[in-house]
């Protein structure tokens, strides 16, 4: 009765303090000492309250939750207080964001305004101390997606996901990888859960305990406990050569022994197991490391390096088969992800911690093998493979480039591994292509501002030539993904990489037959495959902010209106996130794509075809004709880009962005413009194989059509190497066969 009476009394405190900060935070005093003050005294409590001597940090986490959301509604949404909530680890946010998301659904107007006042504070205003990721928030953030769909958005709406979403992807600054400088300090694959004080949280959203991950809290002789039994699973696994049967029952003993010891108490103990054993492999792969003579790498050493780690990742393997019931996908599937986040935590304290002296091996080896268990382990992991290939692709993303640079190598060699890619490119309905499409981009974003300023020191022209080469995998292998994804990496890649954007925009489905584009007098409008629209996966349209430029670009499309939208747009175009841009470049891309798939919508509608007379006379047309002329150089460019990169395989919007460059040449007031459009083009045709098929059939166009008048320009002739050069190429075009999906390795010019 004593215990049920404190219980209660210390229920009735707890309320007390939050409610005094729900309603005092309202209507906080002029005085700052004396709001600081009242803020803290309420803390306190809470805190007192936490004391593990009194009842814990998991009693108050779900009871502030319960109280939060219990509140009435007028002081529920109290921004300042929730927010000190939740930096103070005192809310369960994934409880919160299940609960917002459901009152939004409910059509609740104040829990839908407060939802995206939280949204707007911590990833824009606080988006530099954000305790919280997008991954925190996924059902507010999906539900007022579904919202920004449909027609009745709220203001600001639109712009406020696009801000959500950069945050959450925008590349960290200074980074660098091995031979360019230093990795960043303080560099944290786990962040402050916002699930409690005892947890912390990758960036995916999966939980693992934080006291699990410290030396200081381990129990005395745990250390020394845990290098005792994994240096006899290390002599078991390579002294043991036993029947399947027998090798089960091995394992089956000592998992005994690992209870017995009570290894597998707790899922704390647990991830404390995992995390020492992780730190004792990593250290013996520095030790036999450094035994290496300096410029020689022993095969011994490394040896040894896998030897004990082969061993481990067995371990992990053993522990994932015998998790709980054979069937349950949940148990095994929550172990594989708190050892997968143990490894990666240790990575980043390593990375931190050692710096240049920083080593991939041990890690590369740990997770490249692990992939190839679980991929070969027979039917026992068949149930789990998708939600496996699902966990290691949120735990890469959460030790990217930007984060883990010291790792990057490694990092880009797992995310081509054969298996990664298999298993995600090759699921059915393209389950794993949205995660294969986050990695890639993570990839591409490290490279974009190396590859943009064309710092490509050594270490760096390796990893570009590796990610040409997993380019070229996938344009062999998995062409369709490079095809609908298209948008995106374009979105990302330098202008100044030529080659790279070709290998995306040469893709086209294995089930197409390209025609030869040198045939001659090849009718493109007559081709079977041209009328068709082609399918991208990216909701381009999203990028089109703020929410009013939208508006009004439908309108100007409609009505020629507002008489002021060309202006307006070129402001907007000149506003980016992105201070070492003059340009914002994705809104740049989307603007063109949007427009032109309107104009082929129009130009249907009237029951007409595409060709440089129906593309000519139209609203679509006079927004590309204001771009062409009134833009500077560098912007001009850059829009003469994003049409270029709509030219692919036979399609509808090929079909449209070829006429309508040509249409743009031909009407071009300045020979500025049309030299600038031959630029774009040429640039992309004098680089190494393969060339789109848009991009030939364009070029080719523009040559032989004698409307063009091509080569009567001044700028054909300025030179006796220009003149040279575009002989050259006029010849090769006309001359030269198909090309296929292979391309020889080379530079971007």
Same mark, same amino acid.
């Given at each position: 009765v004593s215990?049920?009476?404190?219980?209660?009394?210390?229920?009735?405190?707890?309320?007390?303090a939050?409610?005094?900060?729900?309603?005092?935070l309202?209507?906080?005093?002029?005085?700052?000492?004396l709001?600081i003050?009242f803020r803290?005294s309420?803390?306190?409590?809470?805190?007192?309250?936490?004391?593990?001597r009194?009842?814990?940090?998991?009693?108050?986490?779900?009871?502030?939750?319960?109280?939060?959301?219990?509140?009435?509604e007028?002081v529920?949404y109290?921004?300042?207080?929730?927010?000190?909530l939740?930096?103070?680890?005192?809310?369960?946010?994934?409880?919160?964001?299940?609960?917002l998301?459901?009152?939004i659904?409910s059509?609740?107007?104040?829990?839908?305004?407060?939802?995206?006042r939280l949204?707007?504070?911590?990833?824009?205003?606080?988006?530099?101390?954000?305790?919280?990721s997008?991954?925190d928030?996924?059902?507010i953030?999906?539900?007022?997606?579904?919202?920004?769909?449909?027609?009745?958005t709220?203001?600001?709406?639109?712009?406020?996901?696009?801000?959500?979403r950069?945050?959450a992807t925008?590349?960290?600054e200074d980074?660098?990888?091995?031979?360019?400088?230093?990795?960043?300090?303080?560099g944290?694959?786990?962040?402050?859960?916002?699930?409690?004080?005892?947890?912390?949280?990758?960036?995916?959203g999966?939980?693992v305990n934080?006291a699990?991950?410290?030396?200081?809290?381990?129990?005395?002789?745990?250390?020394?406990?845990?290098?005792?039994?994994?240096?006899?699973?290390?002599?078991?696994?390579h002294q043991?050569?036993?029947?399947t049967?027998?090798?089960?029952?091995?394992?089956e003993?000592?998992?005994?022994?690992?209870?017995?010891?009570?290894?597998l108490?707790?899922?704390?103990?647990?991830?404390?197991?995992?995390?020492?054993?992780?730190e004792l492999c990593?250290?013996l792969?520095?030790?036999?490391?450094?035994?290496?003579?300096?410029?020689?790498?022993?095969?011994?050493?490394?040896?040894?390096?896998?030897?004990t780690m082969?061993?481990?990742?067995?371990?992990a393997?053993?522990?994932?088969?015998?998790?709980?019931?054979?069937t349950?996908?949940?148990?095994?599937?929550?172990?594989l992800? /708190?050892i *997968?986040?143990? @490894?990666?935590? %240790? &990575?980043?304290? $390593?990375?931190?911690?050692?710096?240049?002296?920083? +080593?991939?091996?041990?890690?590369?080896?740990?997770?490249?093998m692990?992939?190839?268990e679980?991929?070969?382990?027979?039917?026992?992991?068949d149930?789990?493979?998708?939600?496996?290939?699902?966990t290691f692709?949120?735990?890469f993303h959460?030790?990217?480039?930007?984060?883990?640079?010291?790792?990057?190598?490694?990092?880009?060699?797992?995310i081509?591994?054969?298996?990664?890619?298999n298993?995600l490119?090759?699921t059915?309905?393209q389950?794993?292509?949205s995660?294969?499409?986050q990695?890639?981009?993570?990839m591409?974003?490290?490279?974009?501002?190396?590859?943009?300023n064309?710092?490509?020191?050594?270490s760096?022209?390796?990893?570009? /030539?590796? *990610?040409?080469? @997993?380019?070229? %995998? &996938?344009?062999? $292998?998995f062409?369709?993904f490079?095809?609908?994804? +298209?948008?995106?990496?374009?979105d990302?890649?330098?202008?100044?990489?030529?080659?790279m954007?070709?290998?995306?925009?040469?893709?086209?489905?294995r089930?197409?037959?390209?025609?030869?584009?040198?045939?001659?007098n090849l009718?493109?409008d007559?081709?079977g495959?041209i009328?068709?629209?082609?399918?991208?996966?990216?909701?381009?349209?999203?990028?089109?902010?703020?929410?009013?430029?939208?508006?009004?670009?439908?309108?100007?499309?409609?009505?020629?209106?507002?008489?002021t939208f060309?202006?307006?747009?070129?402001s907007?175009?000149?506003?980016?996130d992105d201070?070492?841009?003059?340009?914002n470049v994705?809104?740049l891309?989307?603007?063109?794509?949007y427009?032109?798939?309107?104009?082929?919508?129009?130009?249907?509608?009237?029951?007409?075809?595409?060709?440089t007379?129906?593309?000519?006379a139209?609203?679509?047309?006079?927004?590309?004709?204001?771009?062409?002329s009134?833009?500077?150089?560098?912007?001009?460019?850059?829009?003469l880009?994003?049409?270029?990169?709509?030219?692919?395989?036979?399609?509808?919007?090929?079909?449209?962005?070829?006429?309508?460059l040509?249409?743009?040449?031909?009407e071009?007031?300045?020979?500025?413009?049309?030299?600038?459009i031959?630029?774009?083009?040429?640039?992309?045709?004098?680089?190494?194989r393969?060339?789109?098929?848009g991009?030939?059939?364009?070029?080719?166009?523009?040559?032989?059509?004698h409307?063009?008048?091509f080569?009567?320009?001044?700028?054909?002739?300025c030179?006796p190497?220009?003149?040279k050069?575009?002989e050259?190429?006029a010849?090769?075009?006309?001359?030269q066969?198909?090309p296929?999906r292979?391309?020889p390795?080379?530079?971007?010019?």
């Amino acid at each position: 009765v004593s215990r049920f009476r404190d219980t209660t009394s210390a229920l009735i405190l707890l309320q007390k303090a939050v409610d005094g900060l729900l309603e005092g935070l309202l209507q906080m005093p002029q005085d700052q000492d004396l709001a600081i003050h009242f803020r803290e005294s309420h803390l306190l409590v809470v805190r007192t309250l936490q004391d593990t001597r009194l009842y814990g940090s998991g009693w108050i986490l779900k009871n502030v939750t319960r109280i939060l959301l219990e509140t009435r509604e007028e002081v529920r949404y109290n921004l300042d207080a929730v927010d000190l909530l939740i930096r103070s680890q005192f809310v369960n946010v994934r409880e919160l964001d299940t609960f917002l998301a459901k009152t939004i659904e409910s059509r609740s107007y104040p829990g839908t305004m407060f939802a995206m006042r939280l949204l707007r504070h911590f990833f824009i205003d606080c988006k530099h101390d954000n305790p919280l990721s997008e991954s925190d928030l996924p059902n507010i953030i999906d539900v007022l997606t579904q919202i920004a769909m449909s027609h009745q958005t709220p203001e600001g709406l639109l712009q406020l996901l696009e801000h959500v979403r950069n945050t959450a992807t925008r590349p960290a600054e200074d980074v660098v990888v091995p031979g360019v400088g230093l990795p960043p300090s303080g560099g944290e694959v786990l962040d402050k859960a916002p699930g409690g004080p005892s947890t912390t949280v990758v960036s995916s959203g999966l939980e693992v305990n934080e006291a699990a991950l410290h030396k200081g809290d381990d129990p005395p002789g745990m250390s020394d406990k845990v290098e005792f039994l994994l240096t006899e699973w290390v002599r078991l696994h390579h002294q043991t050569s036993l029947p399947t049967k027998d090798l089960d029952r091995m394992h089956e003993a000592y998992l005994q022994r690992l209870r017995q010891q009570g290894m597998l108490k707790t899922d704390d103990v647990i991830t404390r197991f995992f995390r020492i054993s992780t730190e004792l492999c990593v250290e013996l792969c520095y030790r036999n490391l450094q035994m290496e003579l300096p410029g020689q790498q022993s095969m011994l050493s490394r040896a040894k390096c896998y030897h004990t780690m082969d061993a481990f990742v067995k371990l992990a393997v053993v522990f994932i088969k015998h998790a709980g019931d054979p069937t349950s996908v949940q148990t095994r599937m929550a172990l594989l992800t /708190k050892i *997968l986040q143990t @490894v990666a935590w %240790v &990575l980043m304290k $390593d990375q931190d911690s050692r710096q240049q002296e920083f +080593h991939q091996l041990p890690y590369h080896r740990f997770f490249s093998m692990l992939l190839l268990e679980l991929s070969m382990s027979g039917p026992v992991f068949d149930n789990i493979t998708f939600p496996a290939m699902q966990t290691f692709c949120n735990i890469f993303h959460s030790i990217r480039p930007q984060r883990a640079p010291g790792f990057t190598y490694a990092w880009l060699e797992l995310i081509s591994h054969r298996v990664m890619i298999n298993k995600l490119l090759s699921t059915s309905h393209q389950k794993g292509w949205s995660l294969f499409q986050q990695l890639l981009l993570d990839m591409l974003r490290f490279m974009a501002p190396f590859l943009r300023n064309a710092e490509l020191v050594k270490s760096l022209q390796q990893l570009y /030539k590796g *990610l040409l080469r @997993v380019l070229l %995998v &996938l344009l062999h $292998d998995f062409p369709e993904f490079l095809c609908d994804y +298209h948008f995106s990496f374009c979105d990302v890649v330098p202008p100044n990489c030529i080659q790279m954007r070709n290998l995306i925009l040469s893709a086209f489905p294995r089930n197409m037959r390209l025609p030869d584009p040198f045939t001659p007098n090849l009718k493109v409008d007559q081709l079977g495959d041209i009328a068709q629209p082609p399918r991208i996966l990216t909701n381009y349209v999203l990028a089109i902010q703020p929410n009013r430029l939208k508006q009004e670009l439908d309108s100007f499309l409609k009505t020629r209106s507002p008489g002021t939208f060309l202006a307006d747009l070129r402001s907007h175009l000149q506003t980016s996130d992105d201070a070492t841009l003059h340009y914002n470049v994705p809104l740049l891309n989307a603007v063109v794509l949007y427009v032109g798939t309107q104009a082929i919508v129009a130009i249907q509608n009237k029951s007409l075809t595409i060709s440089t007379q129906t593309v000519s006379a139209s609203t679509h047309m006079d927004i590309f004709q204001s771009l062409a002329s009134d833009l500077d150089t560098e912007g001009r460019y850059l829009f003469l880009n994003a049409i270029a990169n709509q030219l692919r395989y036979p399609n509808s919007h090929t079909h449209y962005f070829s006429c309508a460059l040509l249409h743009l040449f031909s009407e071009a007031t300045s020979e500025a413009v049309q030299e600038q459009i031959t630029r774009v083009l040429l640039e992309r045709l004098i680089v190494n194989r393969p060339h789109p098929w848009g991009l030939l059939i364009t070029f080719i166009e523009l040559i032989k059509n004698h409307q063009y008048h091509f080569w009567n320009h001044q700028f054909v002739h300025c030179a006796p190497e220009i003149e040279k050069l575009f002989e050259s190429v006029a010849r090769s075009c006309i001359q030269q066969k198909q090309p296929s999906r292979d391309v020889p390795e080379g530079h971007d010019a």
